[in-house]
């Protein structure tokens, strides 16, 4: 399973939010919050936690169908400034991190072994209608190339969770995907 979440970090500094200690309190644990207050770029760290929440809580959701919003019930552990493990409830997820001048991209996954194929990229404007139509469009143009199907024969769909599912010819695919974007840059990940 795969989740992945993307955070343009320009976009991310214009919202006030992030410096208020109502919204560290509701989404950062108490020991969350010390590991951002003693960073090196507190900004940077804030967003590289909720960009490892967000990822891993996409496989929580798909594994258990079943959606929260208790984000200090998710916990986050770095090893390093790209790799990490988040714990929610009695699952645990492996993550790994790329960390740009512009975004943090971040995919999760439950097992190293996995064939994970990803990318992340710069959208062409903000607006949602964009933002999600040329994310999926990626996705499904990878997914094209990789099984030698016509870009047209695929289609994603969200099911009641708001998980993706894949489609080909009308038929749901047994794959797992994950797709984000926001601000200026968008990114899927899928299993092979």
């Avoid at 644990?29 to 891993?56: C, D, G, H, V």
């Avoid at 990803?118 to 099984?147: G, P, V």
Wanted: charged share 20%; glycine share 4%; net charge positive.
């Amino acid at each position: 399973m795969i989740g992945n979440d993307i955070v343009d970090l320009k976009f991310a500094s214009s919202s006030p939010n992030w410096r208020r200690d109502r919204f560290l309190d509701k989404v950062f644990s108490a020991r969350e919050q010390k590991i951002i207050s003693e960073s090196l770029n507190p900004f940077q760290t804030l967003w590289l936690l909720w960009s490892m929440k967000e990822s891993a809580y996409k496989i929580y959701v798909r594994q258990h169908s079943k959606k929260f919003f208790t984000p200090t019930k998710v916990k986050c552990n770095l090893f390093s400034s790209n790799d990490g493990i988040v714990e929610i409830f009695h699952e645990t997820y492996k993550t790994n991190t790329t960390i740009d001048k512009d975004y943090i991209y971040t995919i999760a996954f439950k097992d190293f072994s996995e064939n994970i194929i990803s990318d992340c990229f710069k959208l062409e404007n903000t607006t949602y209608s964009n933002q999600h139509y040329t994310s999926y469009q990626n996705l499904l143009y990878a997914i094209a190339e990789l099984e030698n199907v016509t870009p047209t024969s695929l289609v994603i769909k969200k099911d009641e969770f708001g998980r993706p599912i894949l489609y080909r010819n009308n038929h749901a695919q047994n794959i797992s995907l994950s797709i984000t974007h926001h601000g200026y840059y968008g990114g899927y990940a899928f299993l092979k």
